[in-house]
């Protein structure tokens, strides 16, 4: 069975980094396409980056410098590394896998979903 989880939130303070895993299983991993999204309290979840099956790499503008997404497909895992985490940063984050392999990535192909790992930026 396909499935993907997170790990690696916590508490930091403003300024601070913090590094999430996504762990795949069931998954063409090297061959497939995955994402991370957000959904901070009261909003609607959103999307903040991707990494493609050969690596390229798209963020949201709110994020784009700031945060890094990478993988290692001989671990089956993603990663996402935040750095200068503001308070608008805090929420729950989700990793996302295409689980159909050899895809050209689109978002709306992700359809494989963790159950997320709680981020929260605060002093």
């Known amino acids: 069975q396909a499935q993907v989880v997170e790990s690696g939130g916590g508490l930091v303070q403003p300024g601070g980094s913090l590094r999430l895993s996504c762990t795949g299983s069931g998954l063409w991993f090297s061959d497939i396409n995955m994402g991370w999204f957000r959904q901070a309290p009261g909003k609607e979840r959103e999307f903040v980056g991707a990494i493609t099956r050969d690596g390229t790499t798209y963020y949201a503008d709110s994020v784009r410098g700031r945060f890094t997404i990478s993988r290692d497909n001989a671990k089956n895992k993603m990663y996402l590394q935040l750095n200068g985490l503001r308070p608008e940063d805090t929420a729950v984050y989700y990793c996302?896998?295409?689980?159909?392999?050899?895809?050209?990535?689109?978002?709306?192909?992700?359809?494989?979903w963790g159950q997320g790992t709680l981020v929260t930026v605060s002093s």
């Open positions: 996302a896998a295409d689980q159909t392999p050899f895809r050209q990535y689109e978002m709306r192909h992700l359809d494989i």
